[in-house]
């Protein structure tokens, strides 16, 4: 399983952003998707998920209201469109996907929001 995620970029506060993430391979065993981000100094944290089944959602407290994540499941493609970034969504953001006993990342990518 290959993760390919968008290229990030640059915004100001208060601007929107939307990240992608093309999943190719054997992606049939992958139960459920998600948005990682990992800031300077801090640890890896969760920001959103997503079921293959269902596609029942899970969002960190930090970024609900603002972030939406969704997929196509025919296009294997998984979004987090962002809104109202803060400075501190600042991070390199992965994509995950998650089989039963496995996990897959993708290789980041690098969202700034200015203030």
């Known amino acids: 399983v290959q993760l390919v995620e968008s290229k990030g970029g640059l915004v100001q506060a208060g601007g929107s952003l939307r990240l992608s993430c093309a999943a190719s391979g054997d992606t049939f065993r992958i139960n459920a998707m998600g948005w990682y981000r990992q800031a300077p100094g801090k640890q890896r944290e969760l920001v959103a998920t997503?079921?293959?089944?269902?596609?029942?959602?899970n969002y960190a407290d930090s970024v609900k209201g603002r972030f939406t994540i969704s997929r196509d499941n025919v296009k294997n493609t998984m979004y987090l469109q962002m809104n109202s970034l803060k400075p501190e969504d600042t991070a390199v953001y992965y994509c995950?996907?998650?089989?039963?006993?496995?996990?897959?990342w993708g290789q980041g990518t690098q969202v700034t929001v200015s203030s």
């Open positions: 995950n996907g998650k089989e039963l006993f496995r996990q897959y």
């Open positions: 997503i079921t293959r089944v269902g596609s029942t959602t």
